[in-house]
């Protein structure tokens, strides 16, 4: 069981946060997240979901870039190569595995939350940082890291990260 789900209070926290979102916002001028829902989940847990970052990825730039679709790898015939998969490949140049008969997908290639610029006063997302490997690949590769853990977790993955760039090697 996660740690946090032990707290004093948990459900009666979660709820009372959603309750003072709403109240601050319609009562002062103070940027707060916006409460998009709250309430108990099927398993019978106090949940609370605001708009944010998260759902700003999920919903805002996601189906969008996924909707951006190629036959061919990279961006304007070249492959910048996915950060997590420099260090064991020290090639000089990448080029299209046109073999891969699927469409790929337009990726930003370093998708994790502290590439989302946000409005210093509204809290809310206002840009989208760091495009330099982007580009079109297979759609596994459109992955969003929600934690430096996450990054790290597929980085230290060898194998997967073998898998994930064969699609974008001649």
């Known amino acids: 069981m996660d740690e946090w789900k032990l707290m004093p209070f948990n459900a009666e926290r979660i709820l009372n946060e959603s309750a003072v979102l709403d109240f601050i916002s319609k009562n002062t001028t103070i940027p707060v997240p916006k409460v998009l829902s709250s309430g108990w989940n099927a398993k019978g847990e106090a949940y609370l979901e605001t708009a944010n970052v998260a759902w700003f990825i999920k919903n805002k730039v996601l189906p969008q870039l996924n909707s951006l679709r190629s036959t061919t790898a990279g961006f304007q ?53 760091d495009w330099e490997h982007a580009g079109y690949f297979v759609p596994e590769l459109q992955m969003w890291f929600r934690s430096r853990k996450e990054y790290d977790d597929l980085y230290n993955d060898k194998e997967r990260m073998r898998r994930l760039t064969a699609h974008v090697e001649a």
Not at 94 to 120: A, P, T
């Open 77 to 129: 015939s070249k492959i910048i190569p996915p950060p997590l998969a420099l260090e064991d490949d020290k090639r000089p140049k990448w080029v299209s595995n046109e073999s891969y008969k699927g469409n790929r997908v337009f990726c930003h290639g370093d998708l994790i939350d502290h590439n989302v610029l946000v409005h210093r006063e509204t809290l809310q997302p206002v840009a989208l940082l």
